[in-house]
């Protein structure tokens, strides 16, 4: 298993700014992902963190809005960039490992945003 | 990607067994279901996966149907504590990883 740390656990943030949000992982893992859970809503994926070269995004979430780093196995960052209110939502960190067996994901408590 | 399909929400009595379905039509030959859950914002806890075999660990069963288009998460027992939204996922394979695609969740509530 992994256990994962997330900072900030949550924060209030004016309009047009921009938070970095950071996961740390207690072991070294070959998979990190980010998602973000807008309100009452699933989790959506938005992009997969890849060590030493630039993120992986899903459709409709881009790397202007989006930054992410992953400089080593065990850490990496999402930024959120330019905040508007429709950005309050939880952003999770999630870890995995590559391999076809046995390998399920691990959740962050998650980084609850509020954008006023 | 493979898309799941489970019903927003059910309910069940305390001590009763909760049957969780998930219907995964499109799913391909090697792709994994998994099943989550989370309690109010929490992170999501791994609860069970399986390929095409049943599976049964010391939180849930999973019964997974001989064309795999779908799923019945198990919950034997039911306790107040196991209130929650239960996510079925196919962990899918593109671009050379793994993605664990989350569908609309069934929100569970367990009565007293």
């Known amino acids: 298993s992994a256990v994962i740390s997330q900072k900030p656990s949550r924060d209030i943030c004016q309009r047009g700014t921009s938070l970095t949000i950071q996961c740390q992982v207690d072991?070294?893992?070959?998979?990190m992902f980010w998602y973000r859970q807008q309100p009452g809503q699933s989790l959506t994926l938005i992009a997969t963190?890849?060590?030493?070269?630039?993120?992986?995004?899903e459709s409709g979430f881009v790397i202007d809005k989006f930054p992410i780093s992953r400089p080593n196995l065990t850490f990496s960052t999402l930024t959120v960039s330019n905040m508007s209110p429709e950005d309050s939502s939880i952003y999770l960190c999630?870890?995995?490992?590559?391999?076809?067996?046995?390998?399920?994901?691990?959740f962050g408590q998650g980084t609850r945003l509020t954008v006023v | 990607d493979a898309k799941t399909t489970q019903p927003p929400s059910m309910d069940c009595a305390e001590g009763r067994a909760a049957n969780l379905p998930c219907n995964h039509s499109?799913?391909?030959?090697?792709?994994?279901v998994y099943w989550y859950r989370q309690i109010h914002s929490q992170g999501p806890q791994y609860i069970i996966h399986?390929?095409?075999n049943n599976e049964t660990n010391e939180m849930a069963s999973l019964i997974i149907t001989e064309d795999r288009k779908s799923s019945t998460l198990i919950l034997p027992h039911a306790t107040l504590r196991d209130t929650a939204v239960y996510y079925c996922?196919?962990?899918?394979?593109?671009?050379?990883?793994?993605?664990?695609?989350f569908g609309t969740g069934t929100r569970l509530k367990v009565l007293a």
């Open positions: 072991s070294q893992v070959t998979m």
């Open positions: 999630s870890v995995g490992y590559r391999g076809d067996v046995n390998t399920e994901a691990f």
């Open positions: 963190a890849n060590q030493g070269s630039e993120a992986t995004y």
């Open positions: 399986g390929l095409k």
């Open positions: 499109t799913i391909s030959g090697n792709e994994y």
């Open positions: 996922i196919v962990r899918a394979f593109t671009s050379g990883t793994y993605k664990y695609i």
